[in-house]
T-cell receptor, first 112, second 112 residues
Framework: NAGVTQTPKFRVLKTGQSMTLLCAQD?????MYWYRQDPGMGLRLIHY???????AKGEVPDGYNVSRLKKQNFLLGLESAAPSQTSVYFC???????????FGNGTRLTVT | AQSVSQHNHHVILSEAASLELGCNYS??????LFWYVQYPGQHLQLLLK??????LVKGIKGFEAEFIKSKFSFNLRKPSVQWSDTAEYFC??????????FGDGTTLTVKP
């Protein structure tokens, strides 16, 4: 049982480059989330999805886009990376709105 | 908007000492409260949760938390910590659409 899988684990980008982070879950969860974790700031919600084909903005959505074309996948895109987007990104999913979050192992992104 | 405040940013204890980590939240609706733990180099995982009923909830590894509605608090406790409890601890409140708001986290260091 893989749970929530994030790829890649590490990435270094130059300012202005683009990339996509992939999150895949095999638990048939409806809800999926992208968070960023920065020292002293906890986890901040970037975007989330309450079901296939739906997305919504979280607390810090600027500079990011997402897509949920398939229920099991939630993609996070950076169109033009900036140093301020250097962070650890966590994907999470949950069965319904009341159940606990299941987290992936994170992606450490550095933008130079 | 919901918010979570964790008062202790870094706690250092010796093994066998008792632990209490503070968490206060603000949210006008029915609260679902969670504590997550992040061991070094790992992803977040659920420690315990409160939805309703007995305000004293027990989680894994001997942790417990008490929901005090009048104080908007959900403090985490453990009678006797171990070196293996060294980790970062996050309090979270779940709001509408399953969005969870996290506190900034408390780093616990347990000295052997």
């Amino acid at each position: 049982n893989a749970g929530v899988t994030q790829t890649p684990k590490f990435r270094v980008l130059k300012t202005g480059q683009s990339m996509t982070l992939l999150c895949a879950q095999d638990m048939n969860h409806e809800y999926m989330y992208w968070y960023r974790q920065d020292p002293g700031m906890g986890l901040r919600l970037i975007h989330y999805s309450v079901g296939e084909g739906t997305t919504a903005k979280g607390e810090v959505p600027d500079g990011y886009n997402v897509s949920r074309l398939k229920k099991q996948n939630f993609l996070l895109g950076l169109e033009s990376a900036a140093p301020s987007q250097t962070s650890v990104y966590f994907c999470a999913s949950r069965w319904d709105s009341n159940s606990p979050l299941h987290f992936g192992n994170g992606t450490r992104l550095t933008v130079t | 908007a919901q918010s979570v405040s964790q008062h202790n940013h870094h706690v250092i204890l010796s093994e066998a000492a008792s632990l209490e980590l503070g968490c206060n939240y603000s949210y006008g609706g029915t609260v679902n409260l969670f504590w997550y733990v992040q061991y070094p180099g790992q992803h977040l995982q659920l420690l315990l949760k409160y939805f309703s009923g007995d305000p004293l909830v027990k989680g894994i590894k001997g942790f417990e938390a008490e929901f005090i509605k009048s104080k908007f608090s959900f403090n985490l406790r453990k009678p006797s910590v171990q070196w293996s409890d060294t980790a970062e601890y996050f309090c979270a409140v779940k709001g509408p659409a399953g969005k969870s708001t996290f506190g900034d986290g408390t780093t616990l260091t347990v000295k052997p």
